[in-house]
């Protein structure tokens, strides 16, 4: 889904180009909330309360500024994907393991909040365009469907390695297959590039953490036993490696189309 997610003349939006780009570094996010979540709950030993609270406080700020901001900020808005990777993991995991709900219920509960969030933003806007993406209504009702399709990504992926009894490759695999038939159907112009853009949304969060888990986990329980601090570091270094590529490629094409209309 490398392309024109809502056809409309481009004016300044706040969310970043729908290109190739964003769904590699979508899945990075994804990976990095999923070793930075664990790495706060479990490496520090801070649980999932205080975990909760710490990445919830982060993105609350975070969104605040980006909500408030005037124009597109790369480093700010895929700072705020990470923070609401980071704060799904927490809310999954909470749900899962300190209220007891389970996977099952827990992404049911997740589903009807993903699907409420995008009626009333429809309600209230009568567009659901992600890309451009103008008014602070859309904006504010686009962060809370991506806080909840990351957290119901986070409990879908849990639901696989854990209730489903997959490895995580084999998650990873299942994952990877159902974007790759969500891209085929984009190209082939099958279903609305929004319905569309909303399934890879969510399903790039599962893929991301379960290969996130794959890095970290123990050997025994199928992972690589990697420090969760160190995946999470080499993971935002790969990330901010593809922005800079990205954000660079750009620039370059924007003062190259300049240059030929001058």
């Known amino acids: 889904m490398t392309g024109d997610i809502g056809v409309r003349q481009e004016t300044v939006s706040k ?52 909500v408030t ?18 704060a799904g993991t927490e809310i999954s ?18 589903v009807i909040g993903l699907l409420f969030t995008l009626l ?8 659901l365009t992600v890309y451009p993406m103008v008014g602070k209504d859309s904006e504010v009702f686009f962060w809370l469907a991506v806080l909840f399709s990351n957290s119901l990504g986070t409990a879908f992926g849990d639901f696989l390695t854990d209730d489903m009894a997959l490895t995580f490759l084999q998650g990873a695999a299942i994952t990877a297959g159902i974007i790759l038939i969500v891209g085929a159907l984009h190209y ?9 853009f909303w399934i890879a949304f969510i399903f790039t969060r599962p893929f991301g953490a379960t290969f996130g ?16 601090d160190y995946a999470s570091l080499t993971t935002l270094g790969l990330l901010l490696a593809v922005l800079y590529l990205s954000t660079n490629h750009s620039a ?3 003062g190259s ?3 030929n209309s001058g």
């Open 69 to 86: 901001s005037r124009r597109y900020h790369p480093l700010l808005f895929w700072l705020a994907i990470i923070s609401t990777t980071t």
């Open 188 to 196: 082939l112009r099958s279903l609305p590039d929004v319905l569309l």
């Open 252 to 254: 370059k094409k924007r």
């Open 120 to 127: 009333f933003w429809y309600a209230r806007t009568r567009d």
């Open 257 to 259: 189309s300049n240059d």
């Open 15 to 66: 969310i970043a180009k729908i290109t190739l780009a964003f769904w590699i570094m979508k899945i990075l996010a994804t990976t990095l909330g999923e070793t930075a979540g664990d790495y706060l709950s479990m490496s520090l030993g801070l649980g999932y309360y205080v975990a909760l609270a710490v990445t919830f406080t982060i993105l609350v700020v975070v969104l605040a500024v980006q």
């Open 93 to 110: 995991d909470f749900m899962d393991r300190s209220l007891g709900l389970g996977y099952t219920l827990g992404s049911a509960l997740l």
């Open 213 to 228: 888990d794959f890095l970290t986990k123990p050997s025994d329980a199928g992972g690589l036993a990697l420090p969760r």
